[in-house]
């Protein structure tokens, strides 16, 4: 009990602090990437995901959440904030670049993301650790555009340098700080936090946790 108390003080603490920080720096437009480019209908369920792109577990996360998305279609929408873990040296850069991505074109932005799942171990920290931060952002940078098409490295260079994108990372961090967030991945529904944070949840769970939620609507797939 003791220590549910002591980890309780300083989580209060953190918010204490960042919340003077967060106000400072409200964003103009809603922090985060809405999938497929939907936003939120009046009678759809949102899911809101905290997720860190060189997190194994985020990665994990992923197949199963993108099946129950199509399974569901409009009935359930999807939300995706970076949420930066400091054990991961490149969370920041490859969540930076995310932001970056998402402000040139929004329809590139879970490409990337599922690159980064899907490529994951080439920016683990062992494998950069003899780079200097500008050797990362460069990999990054030709990474986009091995992925993307090399018409996006200028852009994506460029906007590494200015702050905008730094800012918006920084923000989509606190923002997960503020709600309770401190693992990856890190799951709202309908703005209830879910149980397991920080482990993925498989296909079957999504069904379980949805489906009552959804309904029983003839528009559904059978699956």
């Known amino acids: 009990m003791e220590d549910f108390h002591r980890i309780g003080t300083r989580f209060l603490l953190l918010l204490f602090l960042l919340s003077p920080i967060v106000s400072q720096t409200i964003p103009a437009e809603q ?33 199963p959440l993108k099946k129950a998305l199509e399974r569901y279609g409009s009935h359930v929408r999807l939300i995706v904030h970076t949420f930066t873990l400091p054990y991961h040296d490149n969370s920041f850069a490859t969540s930076q670049a995310l932001h970056i991505v998402n402000a040139l074109n929004t329809s590139a932005t879970f490409t990337l993301l599922e690159a980064f799942y899907n490529k994951q171990e080439i920016f683990y920290n062992e494998a950069t650790s003899k780079l200097s931060r500008e050797g990362v952002i460069n990999k ?3 990474f986009v555009g091995n992925e993307l098409g090399s018409s996006y490295n200028s852009a994506v260079e460029e906007a ?47 069904r379980d946790i949805l489906d009552p939620l959804v309904g029983k609507r003839s528009s559904i797939r059978k699956a």
């Open 31 to 63: 922090d985060g990437f809405w999938y497929q480019g939907s936003v939120l209908e009046e009678k759809s369920v949102l899911i809101e995901a905290f997720v860190d792109p060189v997190c194994p577990d985020s990665r994990d996360s992923w197949p």
């Open 140 to 142: 990054i940078v030709n």
């Open 160 to 206: 590494f340098l200015h702050t905008k994108s730094n800012l918006a990372t920084r923000v989509s961090f606190k923002i997960g700080c503020l709600r309770g967030v401190y693992g990856t991945p890190f799951f709202f529904v309908n703005g209830f936090p879910l149980a397991n944070a920080g482990s993925a949840l498989d296909y079957k769970e999504w």
